[in-house]
């Protein structure tokens, strides 16, 4: 029988209802989970950091936890209902851990936290050309666990902005639907279908990766059963928002309201198309506001979030468009994320009630600064090697995909890393030759504006996604589990470590046993186009500095010549250096020109030649 306690306010000791933010009395049932001593024992840390990260968000990531536990006093969890804090004090006693309840104290929140069939070759290129498109940063690793940007993690704190005023009284969802219905509307631009409302009687505000590019006509289906033809009048990229036009609508338009009055836990309904079944009416929960995605700051929000649902209203409880339906959270149960009506200010005229423009801006701020410290986070996890995952292919057995940052085109590098599992231990040592840029990788994916901010940050700058085969023939480990792959030899504590299937090394060993013939095969002739590549590699370098020289000097003489000009026109005797200078430019432009000629012969690619 399992043991039953009562939760009460540690505040007046009331019951705790272990689902509302504040108590009776006024206080915040919120507590702070704190370890009281630290775990001395790296295994025993090991083992609860486990434990710990396998009860979800808002419990710390495994990364996270093992740091925690080794310091006294360390926060495991903070601002978390009684209910969830039990749960995680229960994982505690249970590996004799220690730990205890504070009282919440109630600030602004800073986060802390972010094919089948074909040639092997083409598949390892394949993987690591998707390696970055999983998640915001890359997924799997667990440095990124503890650097990608919030969005992985439920928000257990509240926003900032102070205490909400008491509103009105929320409707119902069936209300909300019944008024705000008739002014949403389906967009369908060839294959893609999205949703969209009406500000104006015929100006839509939706997202811009459902509409059609402007000029084209796309087709617009109203509650009302008209299709009318819509076409994109404006659009900003960046915040994936645009404007439709749809002449002859006569919708009403939806009123917009104040985001910056939203907590977590405020109810919320959206209305969408997912999956292409039109004017579905969905119920959901804030979780969180400026929720930190790419430099903007999102309404995250806890409901099933399908295709087809982007660019429709986000309603508070009053039937207020609060924001957009932009997109839901990868790898999770149920999360979704809403841009804020605020941005969409730069399109459409966007009511600001008596205070919002000053929370808005400390929104704004917060985001800024979770924005700064992620690029700083992924700067220095990236100055040493990452793990991001371990991929099964077939015919070859398993292959580690990791990053680094190189201050030139890396070529073969050797590595050590070490596969442990109940207690028994097997290095492996591996030979990295495939190499693409982060910014190769991130423009394969679709999502263009990730590699923008990537861009724009300097974060792709030097940073290579590496993959090599694991050589697990030769380990002897258990059958079934789990096992731990690290980068690197020993039991320190900043070792970089991921978790492996040790069926999958069972099937990599069957693989080599079957065919180790071919697989080396494939390594030899990796070895050859390694060295192919080099070549490759040198020989473009030498044709990209013979033309930066070569236009460097024409550039040169151009504005000498072009300040010559100058003196003559001020009366300045520079007659004789003008002649020097005409005759040095034509002779640089005919090099310019004459390498240009036998580039072209060569057939040297025009990137080459930039």
Not at 244 to 260: I, Q, S
Not at 266 to 271: E, G, M, N, R, S
Request: proline share 6%; with cysteine; charged share 25%.
């Amino acid at each position: 029988m399992s043991e039953s306690v009562e939760l009460r306010c540690l505040r007046c000791g009331a019951p705790d209802a272990g689902n509302v933010a504040r108590c009776v009395c006024g206080a915040s049932l919120r507590v702070d989970v704190v370890l009281r001593d630290a775990v001395a024992d790296e295994r025993a840390r090991f083992a609860l950091a486990r434990a710990i990260s396998q009860l979800g968000p808002p419990a710390p990531s495994f990364s996270e936890a093992r740091s925690l536990l080794a310091r006294a006093g360390a926060p495991l969890a903070h601002g978390v209902f009684r209910a969830f804090a039990e749960k995680l004090l229960a994982v505690l006693r249970a590996q004799g851990a220690r730990a205890e309840l504070r009282p919440f104290v109630e600030v602004a929140v800073i986060s802390e936290e972010p094919p089948r069939g074909g040639r092997r070759a083409l598949l390892l290129g394949v993987l690591l050309l998707a390696a970055v498109g999983v998640g915001v940063w890359v997924a799997r690793s667990p440095r990124f666990a503890r650097t990608r940007s919030d969005v992985l993690a439920l928000a257990s704190g509240e926003a900032a902005g102070g205490e909400k005023a008491a509103g009105p009284v929320a409707l119902s969802t069936a209300e909300i639907s019944r008024r705000a219905g008739p002014s949403t509307l389906t967009l369908r631009c060839g294959s893609k279908t999205g949703s969209g409302f009406f500000v104006e009687p015929e100006l839509v505000l939706t997202n811009e990766h459902v509409v059609c590019p402007p000029g084209k006509m796309m087709t617009a289906v109203l509650a009302d059963g008209r299709e009318l033809l819509g076409e994109t009048v404006a659009s900003d990229v960046d915040l994936d928002l645009a404007t439709v036009r749809v002449v002859g609508a006569k919708a009403a338009p939806l009123p917009l309201g104040d985001v910056t009055r939203l907590e977590p836990g405020d109810p919320l309904v959206f209305i969408g198309s997912p999956q292409g079944l039109d004017f579905t009416v969905h119920e959901g929960k804030v979780g969180y506001v400026g929720r930190h995605y790419l430099g903007t700051g999102y309404v995250q929000f806890n409901a099933s979030v399908n295709p087809g649902n982007s660019g429709g209203p986000l309603l508070n409880g009053q039937g207020e468009v609060v924001g957009v339906v932009s997109m839901k959270i990868e790898n999770s149960d149920g999360l979704g994320l809403a841009l804020p009506i605020a941005y969409a200010s730069k399109l459409v005229p966007v009511p600001t009630p008596p205070g919002s423009t000053e929370r808005w801006t400390q929104l704004l701020e917060r985001v800024a600064r979770d924005e700064a410290r992620e690029v700083q986070r992924f700067q220095m996890d990236t100055e040493q090697q990452v793990l991001l995952s371990v991929q099964r292919v077939d015919g070859l057995g398993l292959v580690v995909l990791v990053l680094e940052r190189f201050d030139s085109p890396p070529t073969s590098l050797k590595r050590r890393m070490e596969l442990e599992a109940e207690g028994k231990t097997c290095t492996l040592d591996l030979e990295f030759e495939d190499w693409r840029p982060l910014s190769q990788s991130l423009a394969a994916q679709e999502d263009s504006r990730r590699l923008r901010w990537f861009l724009s940050k300097g974060l792709t700058r030097g940073i290579h996604v590496g993959g090599a085969r694991l050589p697990v023939e030769t380990c002897a480990l258990p059958a079934t589990g789990t096992a731990s792959l690290k980068a690197g030899q020993g039991s320190g504590e900043n070792l970089e470590r991921i978790e492996v299937s040790l069926k999958d090394v069972r099937d990599a060993r069957e693989t080599w046993n079957r065919n180790p013939t071919g697989i080396q095969r494939w390594e030899r002739e990796r070895f050859k186009q390694r060295l192919v590549g080099t070549q490759s590699r040198e020989e473009e370098e030498r044709w990209r500095t013979s033309f930066g020289k070569a236009r460097a000097r024409v550039a040169r003489f151009e504005e000498e010549r072009t300040r010559l000009r100058q003196d003559e026109a001020s009366g300045k005797p520079v007659a004789r250096r003008q002649q020097e200078v005409e005759a040095e430019l034509k002779l640089a432009s005919q090099q310019l020109s004459e390498l240009e000629r036998y580039a072209t012969e060569k057939n040297v690619p025009a990137e080459w030649q930039r």
